[in-house]
């Protein structure tokens, strides 16, 4: 590497991006964080050798490769291409990384705005939550040219345990995509299931040994059952962040006249739950939309 792909500007430290940053600093990496809310930088660089903090996405830009970790598109274009973006940073033959879950069709035309400036780009998302954010076990699927994803492979290695060139611009994104609406379908069912249980009286603890046992186990079922029935829903991933992928994920869908049935009833539950306030509550309180029938049941019983 050159001595300018050892620096790495990190821009947007919620939940993922913070122990990301943290992760490409322990590999020594000189992580140039800007956050929004600057507290969070100045948090994660006195609590990390090798992080030092920038005052706008430009001036962290300068490191000459740049990874975003945002909410959605309108987030990841303001930061790269907006006013005070990191593409007036960013040298000519810059890199940059959008790791967060955007549509397909945004990181192209971001990877567009940007190759005008002679600025190289992969749409590279996660999957994994917190904890896997936290130990560097990350799943990473970038789109883009390959040239770029042997530069950034580095950087990936550090935070990414399983790291699939998914193909060209765009494909890391809807790779993503169809993981996550898989995944809020799979949660939404569970969140019937396990309501289900509640309105038949068994004990949800055998119940899921059982599940957990058999056909009907999946990674929700490991991951999110406890949450749904403790009620402990601080996000690991905001269910805000699950409706958005599924609603990208149906845009999709839509657009290559592909039919998601299933999906379209995941959003509709998402919606409601979200609705009802849980939107920066883990994507487990879906149980909250499909459970109301249940207990509205158990209170008219005898
Ligand atoms: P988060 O905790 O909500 O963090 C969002 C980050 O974006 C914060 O740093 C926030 O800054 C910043 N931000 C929000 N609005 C902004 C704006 N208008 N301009 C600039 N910065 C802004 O979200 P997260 O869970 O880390 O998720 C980030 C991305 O990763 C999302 O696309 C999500 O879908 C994806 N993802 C999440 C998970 C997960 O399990 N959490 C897993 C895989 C992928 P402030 O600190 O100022 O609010």
């Given at each position: ?19 990301m940053?943290?992760n490409l ?7 140039v ?8 930088a100045e948090?994660?660089a006195a ?6 903090v ?5 001036a ?6 740049v990874i ?18 990191a593409?007036e940073?960013?040298?000519?033959g ?7 879950t955007?549509?397909?069709s945004?990181?192209r035309?971001?990877a567009?705005?940007?190759?005008e400036k002679g ?5 590279a ?18 789109g ?15 935070m990414g ?7 060209p611009?765009?494909?890391g ?10 995944a809020?379908?799979?949660a939404a069912?569970?969140?019937?299931g396990l309501?289900?249980?509640r ?13 957990a046992s058999g ?17 402990d829903?601080e996000p690991?991933f ?6 958005k ?8 869908a ?12 995941a959003?509709r539950?998402?919606t409601?739950?979200a609705e009802?306030g849980?939107g920066?509550?883990d ?20």
């Amino acid at each position: 590497m050159s001595d300018k792909q050892t620096r790495v500007a990190f821009l947007g430290l919620g939940i993922m991006g913070a122990p990301m940053a943290a992760n490409l600093a322990r590999a020594g990496f000189e992580v140039v964080a800007w956050n929004r809310t600057a507290e969070k930088a100045e948090t994660l660089a006195a609590s990390h050798e090798g992080v030092t903090v920038a005052d706008s996405p430009a001036a962290a830009a300068a490191a000459g490769t740049v990874i975003s970790m945002v909410p959605d598109s309108p987030e990841v274009e303001a930061v790269l291409l907006g006013d005070g973006g990191a593409v007036e940073g960013l040298p000519e033959g810059g890199l940059a990384i959008d790791m967060s879950t955007i549509a397909p069709s945004a990181s192209r035309s971001i990877a567009d705005g940007l190759s005008e400036k002679g600025i190289a780009f992969l749409d590279a998302p996660v999957t994994g939550s917190r904890p896997k954010a936290e130990d560097g076990t990350l799943t990473i699927m970038a789109g883009g040219p390959e040239s770029a994803f042997e530069r950034a492979r580095p950087l990936f290695d550090a935070m990414g345990q399983l790291v699939v060139h998914a193909g060209p611009q765009g494909h890391g994104s809807m790779v993503k995509l169809i993981n996550n609406t898989l995944a809020a379908v799979n949660a939404a069912a569970l969140a019937e299931g396990l309501a289900l249980a509640r309105a038949a009286g068994l004990d949800t603890d055998r119940a899921l040994e059982v599940v957990a046992s058999g056909s009907g186990n999946s990674a929700m079922v490991a991951l999110k059952a406890g949450p749904m029935l403790s009620g402990d829903l601080e996000p690991l991933f905001k269910l805000e962040h699950m409706l958005k992928d599924v609603r990208h994920c149906l845009a999709e869908a839509r657009a290559l006249g592909a039919g998601l049935s299933l999906a379209e009833s995941a959003e509709r539950l998402y919606t409601e739950a979200a609705e009802k306030g849980l939107g920066g509550s883990d994507f487990a309180a879906v149980i909250e939309a499909v459970d109301r029938p249940a207990r509205a049941r158990s209170r008219n019983s005898p």
